[in-house]
Each structure stands twice: as structure tokens, then as C-alpha cells.
């Protein structure tokens, strides 16, 4: 190897690197620091050193609530978004057709170009007690009454599916895209019905992007900000709300800095955790 | 094991005809090759027979068996695929195997068949690894053992040659040949390489614009072409545009009058003749010569071949035993002779 070229190639990474150190890393020491901080009401922090937060947030039991509330929704909608995201991911990267494949990877991005109040917004409008999935059920003569789906875990997981979904087929799909139809053929070939053929050859080698996939939802899921506040209501709790409402509206940043240094340990542990269990039950 | 049978098959997409009506009996234990060059329709042939294109028309049979609308995986067919696709997740030995569980096999006759088609193209040692750790030649015997593990009716080859480099290739042909005859299994294989197809198959069908030109051994498409395409493609060829204008009676362009053997009805036709059966000779002989200027001479080592233009224009190729005396050189003016025997006519 020669020592400057390599230095040439690292050099471009410098910019990068900048950005992230200065705009994420520095922060996320802070909040590590105040998170080890004690709440004072006159003068914010008082600049002591103490694990008096962590210990507070393990043992209460509505924190305890809130984060498994958490990790149950975001585990939900991880495993539905990727039952539901395999199939159209396999069906867009086999598509023969340039075009119809063109259109279908847009129309996969399309709700992720609708920002995410404006996308809650619409979700109200459709689960509200006199909204369009109701009317349509009673008019179907489904339900009796107006049932209710906005203000519940379910409208939540419903609404975190739908933002999930085009991270989730994009990731897969290209994944897919580089597993050679010759493969399946020879599945096909050798007796295995198409379907079976999927699982025997498709799935474990997309499994990369499985894995990714399901790590990026997972992720996304647990840190749900939006969707929880507009779609869960007041009483639906989640970590990425509750952080915002200990630093934004009951100014102890301390304790809000220990919820969010929490969540992500958590967020990173569950992740690293399934991405191992996957990888070994696959590689 | 059976022959198999296809009957006018066709299929077409959109307007355009990828395969037009073609019938070809493959007997029990051939090995048949579908030659032509690329877009002629032999691996939509091919497919046909595998089952992953259905015929628009037509019907394929495996003996007596009609498997038109039958799914692949429900063929028996082996089929080696161009590029061998191998599955890289899986090893060598469960690459073998994959074919065998999905037919409800038990443990101890799947473990004996691995064990046999592994030894049967010498890749025991090599049964754990990775086909991505494999070279060409080892990825093609893997692929050759899977495709033959389900004893399936027939096999079919996709381009297999032409993922290794010439002197594998070589090799893995007279291996491959050897293969298919110890196992006595009727084989399709598509290539576009006709000295692959003459050394190894014992039919060829030369293909062309979906349709089958000619079906017949080597050694007859050589000596006995029936269209132009076929003259050309299989070996190199000679034409001199004209007419038939009798039984074995046929005149150039420019009015010389020639000869050849065969049938031809009368009309417009080329007379052809390889350039092996060419002679350059001073001596103009009446009926089967044409006075040419030698344009260029190439030295290949045992032969050298002469570039030739007659008068007419027509440009010729004449191969001849090096010999270092007396031979032709650029810029000679000499005559082309054949014996009429060699030369035949195509439209």
C-alpha cells in the first residue's frame, strides 16, 4: 500500500467527520454529562456529579411503563412493517418492466415526502371517531357504532407501519435487486415450488438486508416523536415525547438527559441484541 | 429416461416471433445442441423445455409425458445454468442436496446420492466449502452433480462453457461428454460456438431468426449445408453469387460457367466451396476454376490461408498446407480450382 493515496482517499472523509463531531458528538456528550446531573429549580443544574437520575428513572414504575410501552410498540411494528415490506420489496426488484419499477419505487417514497405533522394530520382526519375509516365501516354495515382507533396503541402502530414501510422496502429491495433470478431458477429447477423457492433461496441471502432493515425500523421506532404525541393522544406514552416534556416543558434538563441516554442504550442493546440472533441463525 | 419431443413450438412476444415453429425429436440419451448466434431463439428453446417460458403454440413432450402447461418444478429436468448459479449460502455438499428433501427423500438415501454425485465429479474433498471458494471448473462440476442428483429426465445446459477460459473449456467439454454418456441422459445444451457444438454434441439444430435452419449430425452441416446461413456459420465458406441454370449447371454473375454436385431447381443461388477444397494453380480449367489475384497472405502455421478477389469481384478464402517453396505471394495473378464434387449450391 501506498501511505498517500490512502491519506488522499481519508482526506474525504474529513468534512464529514467535522460535521458529526461537532454537531453530534459534542451534544450527545453534553447531554451524557447533564444526565448525570441534579435538577435545581433556580439554577437549572447544579453541576454535581451523581447517578441520583438513573436511579430515579429504573425504579419508577411509570418510566418503567413508558419504556416498555416503548420497546413493545416499536418491536410490533418493526415485525409487521417487515412481514408487510418482504413481499413488495421482492415483487418491485422482480418486476420486468423498467418503467412500472420506476413508478412503484416512487410511490413506495411518496408518504415519506408528505412531512410528519402533515401525515399525522391525515391520519387524525381518517381514525377520529366521525372519520373515514368509521364511515365506511358503518356505511359497510361492519360496526354498529363508531369505534375508537385514534387515542389507542393500535392507531399508533397503524401510523409507525406507514412511516416505516418505504425505509423498510427500499433497504430490502436493494438488496434483492443484486440476488441473481438465475438463483431461483435453478430453486425452480430442482423442485422447489416458486413460493418455496423464496424461502429456500431468497430469504437467507436478502438476510443483510433484513437485518438492516429491521434495525432501521426498530430504531426510528423507538425514538417516535410525532407520531406518538398527535396520533397516541395525551394518555399514550413513549420515550421520545417523554424526554421532550422533561426538557421543554418541566425545564429539569438533567432528568431529561438521563431519559434520553436510556432510551438510547436500550434503542442500541435491542438492536445490536436481534441483529446478532438473526445474523447467527442465518450466516 | 425418455426422448424428448417438441412439436411446432412458438413463441412469440408482442410481433416478434423469439421462436417460430420448430419441431425437433430428441432421441432417449442424445446429446443435442442448439447452435446459433445470439437472438436466434435457442435459449427460449431451451427454456421452453425447462419450463420457464410457456410455448405460445405448440407442445413439449418428455416421452410420452405432455409437459406444456407442466411448472418447472414439476419437470424433472436438471439444467445447468450459464454462470452455474450456485447457491452462495449454502456449501458444496447442501448445494448437491437441495434438489432432494423438497422430493421427500429420506436422511439415508440423500447423504448415499450426495456422497455418489460428489465422487461421480471427483469433488468429495472439497464438499464443505463454499461454492464461492471454488474455481470455474470445480463450480461447473458442482452445478453438473446438482443438476444430475434428482435423476432427472433431462438435462439441459445453458451456455455452460462460457464462464471458463479457452483451455478449461477444452477440458471441461470432453469431460462433460463423458459424463453425459456414463449417465445415459437425454441433453439439450445451447451454445454459439459451433466447434463446441461438433465436438461435443451428437446432433446439432443450427438456429436463426427463432426458426430451425438444419437438425443433423456434425460431419452434415458440414459437407451438406442446406441454406447460407448454415454454409457460413458452420465453418468458413465460400460464395459466388449467380444462377442455377441446369442440373449441375451453374453461371456466375459475370457469365463463367461452373459445375457442382447435388440438386439445385433453376434460379438465383450462390455456388460455394470451403476454403480447404480450393487449389491455386496457374492452369485455368473450364467448369470448376475462376481466375483471382492473391490480396493477402496469412501464415497460421501448418496452413496459411490466401485472400482472394476474382474477377467478378467476389472476394475468396483459400487455406492450403504451408509449404515454403513456390508458394503464392501478394499481388499473383492465378486461377482458384475445386473438384466439382465439393461444390454445392444454396439459395
Request: hydrophobic share 35%; charged share 25%.
Given at each position: 500500500m501506498r501511505e498517500g493515496r490512502n491519506w488522499g482517499g481519508s482526506a474525504l472523509v474529513v468534512p464529514a467527520l467535522f460535521l458529526v463531531a461537532a454537531f453530534l458528538l459534542a451534544p450527545l456528550a453534553l447531554i451524557l454529562r447533564y444526565s448525570f446531573d441534579k435538577y435545581d429549580?433556580?439554577?437549572?443544574?447544579?453541576g454535581i456529579f451523581s447517578p441520583g437520575n438513573y436511579v430515579q428513572a429504573v425504579a419508577d414504575p411509570f418510566y418503567q411503563n413508558v419504556l416498555s410501552t416503548t420497546a413493545y410498540i416499536a418491536a410490533l411494528s418493526t415485525v409487521i412493517v417487515m412481514l408487510l415490506a418482504f413481499p413488495v420489496a421482492y415483487y418491485i426488484s422482480r418486476v420486468e418492466s423498467q418503467r412500472l419499477r420506476g413508478w412503484l419505487i416512487i410511490l413506495t417514497m411518496l408518504p415519506l415526502l408528505l412531512g410528519n405533522a402533515v401525515r399525522s394530520a391525515a391520519w387524525m382526519i381518517v381514525m377520529g371517531t366521525k372519520g373515514v375509516a368509521n364511515a365506511v365501516m358503518l356505511g359497510v354495515g361492519l360496526i354498529e357504532e363508531p369505534i375508537k382507533i385514534l387515542y389507542t396503541p393500535t392507531a399508533v402502530v397503524i401510523a409507525l407501519v406507514s412511516v416505516l414501510l418505504p425505509f423498510a422496502i427500499i433497504t430490502l429491495q436493494s438488496v434483492m435487486d443484486a440476488i441473481p433470478t438465475s438463483l431461483e431458477e435453478a430453486g425452480q429447477s430442482l423442485g422447489h415450488s416458486p413460493l418455496r423457492t423464496v424461502f429456500e433461496v431468497v430469504l437467507p441471502l436478502a438476510m443483510p438486508g433484513v437485518v438492516a432493515a429491521a434495525a432501521i425500523s426498530f430504531a426510528l421506532a423507538m425514538n417516535a416523536y410525532a407520531t406518538p404525541v398527535l396520533i397516541g393522544g395525551p394518555t399514550m406514552k413513549m420515550m421520545g415525547p417523554a424526554v421532550y416534556d422533561q426538557i421543554a416543558?418541566?425545564?429539569?434538563w438533567p432528568f431529561g438527559s438521563t431519559l434520553a441516554c436510556i432510551l438510547m442504550v436500550v434503542t442500541l442493546v435491542l438492536t445490536v441484541l436481534s441483529t446478532r440472533f438473526l445474523s447467527r441463525k442465518y450466516f | 429416461m425418455a426422448g424428448v419431443t417438441l412439436s411446432n413450438i412458438r413463441k412469440t412476444y408482442g410481433t416478434l416471433?423469439?421462436?417460430?415453429?420448430v419441431s425437433i425429436e430428441i432421441l432417449d440419451g442424445e446429446l443435442l445442441a442448439l447452435l446459433?448466434?445470439?437472438?436466434?431463439?435457442k435459449t427460449t428453446t431451451l427454456r421452453m423445455i425447462a419450463g420457464f417460458v410457456a410455448p405460445t403454440a405448440g407442445t413439449v413432450r418428455f416421452g410420452g409425458r405432455d409437459?406444456?402447461?407442466?411448472p418447472v418444478h414439476k419437470r424433472n429436468v436438471g439444467m445447468v445454468f450459464q454462470g452455474y448459479a450456485?447457491?452462495?449460502?449454502?456449501t458444496v455438499a447442501k448445494n448437491v442436496e437441495f434438489g432432494l428433501k423438497v422430493r421427500g427423500w429420506d436422511k439415508a438415501k440423500i447423504a448415499a446420492r450426495v456422497t455418489e454425485m460428489l465422487h461421480w465429479v471427483q469433488m468429495e474433498a472439497l464438499a464443505?466449502?463454499?461454492?464461492?471458494?471454488?474455481?470455474g471448473g470445480q463450480q461447473q462440476r458442482v452445478a453438473l452433480a446438482r443438476a444430475m442428483a434428482h435423476e432427472p429426465e433431462v438435462l439441459l445446459l445453458d451456455?455452460?462453457?462460457?464462464?471458463?477460459d479457452a483451455k478449461l473449456r477444452g477440458q471441461m467439454r470432453t469431460e462433460i461428454r463423458e459424463l453425459q454418456r456414463q449417465a445415459g441422459i437425454t441433453s439439450v445444451f445451447v451454445t454459439h460456438d459451433q466447434e463446441e457444438a461438433m465436438a461435443i454434441a451428437d446432433r446439432i439444430g443450427v438456429m436463426n431468426h427463432g426458426r430451425l435452419e438444419q437438425l443433423g449430425s456434425a460431419e452434415d452441416l458440414y459437407?451438406?449445408?442446406?441454406s447460407r446461413f448454415v454454409a457460413g456459420f458452420i465453418g468458413k465458406c465460400n460464395f459466388i453469387e449467380g444462377h442455377v441454370t441446369g442440373p449441375g449447371r451453374f453461371e456466375t454473375a459475370n457469365g463463367q460457367a461452373l459445375q457442382f454436385s447435388g440438386e439445385h431447381s433453376i434460379g438465383p443461388a450462390a455456388l460455394c466451396f470451403r476454403p480447404e477444397h480450393g487449389v491455386l494453380t496457374p492452369l485455368a480449367t473450364p467448369g470448376n476454376s475462376l481466375p483471382v489475384t492473391v490480396k493477402a497472405v496469412t501464415y497460421l502455421g501448418p496452413v496459411t490461408e490466401y485472400d482472394l478477389v476474382s474477377e467478378a469481384g467476389n472476394r475468396l478464402l483459400v487455406s492450403a498446407s504451408?509449404?515454403?517453396?513456390?508458394a503464392p505471394k501478394e499481388g499473383d495473378k492465378l486461377s482458384v480450382a475445386w473438384s466439382i464434387g465439393d461444390a454445392f449450391v444454396v439459395d
Open positions: 429549580p433556580v439554577k437549572l443544574m447544579l416543558k418541566a425545564n429539569n | 416471433a423469439a421462436v417460430d415453429d446459433g448466434p445470439s437472438g436466434c431463439g409437459v406444456t402447461r407442466v450456485l447457491f452462495p449460502h449454502l464443505e466449502r463454499s461454492p464461492r471458494a471454488l474455481s451456455e455452460p462453457f462460457s464462464a471458463l459437407k451438406r449445408p442446406v504451408s509449404s515454403g517453396e513456390g
